[in-house]
């Protein structure tokens, strides 16, 4: 595999990692804090079993690591940088919600 297939394989696989609203919730979370996983259970309103599992698939392809201390341990971004396309593509949906909501406001308008 040349390393341009190779970089899209890896491309899609952080893409599938971090493409489900739990995950896109937590990467959202650890970006000003480091959080133990019972912090973070309780702050997203989420089981920490499951909470665990979604931080165990992001752990494996490196978007989060796992820092042990004396109370047990806290996870963090493994890359910050990770968070660029996250806001490019929060930007994005921001911008798409608002002209639909104005285009149905026009035929809501246009309709009387």
């Known amino acids: 595999m040349?390393?341009?297939e190779e970089a899209y394989r890896?491309?899609?696989e952080l893409c599938r990692?971090?493409?489900?609203?739990?995950?896109?919730?937590?990467?959202?979370a650890l970006r000003n804090r480091e959080?133990?996983?019972g912090e973070l259970a309780r702050e997203l309103g989420v089981e920490q079993?499951?909470?665990s599992q979604h931080l165990s698939v992001m752990r494996r392809v490196g978007v989060v690591v796992r820092r042990?201390?004396?109370e047990g341990a806290s996870y963090a971004l493994h890359d910050?940088?990770?968070?660029e396309p996250f806001d490019a593509m929060r930007r994005l949906l921001i911008r798409t919600?608002?002209?639909?909501q104005r285009s149905v406001l026009s035929v809501v308008r246009g309709g009387r």
Do not use: F, K, Q, Y
């Open 2 to 4: 040349d390393t341009s």
């Open 10 to 12: 890896l491309h899609a």
């Open 17 to 28: 990692t971090v493409g489900h609203p739990t995950r896109l919730r937590i990467l959202d």
């Open 35 to 37: 959080w133990t996983v």
């Open 49 to 51: 079993s499951n909470l």
């Open 68 to 70: 042990p201390h004396s």
């Open 80 to 83: 910050p940088a990770i968070l």
């Open 97 to 100: 919600l608002a002209e639909r």
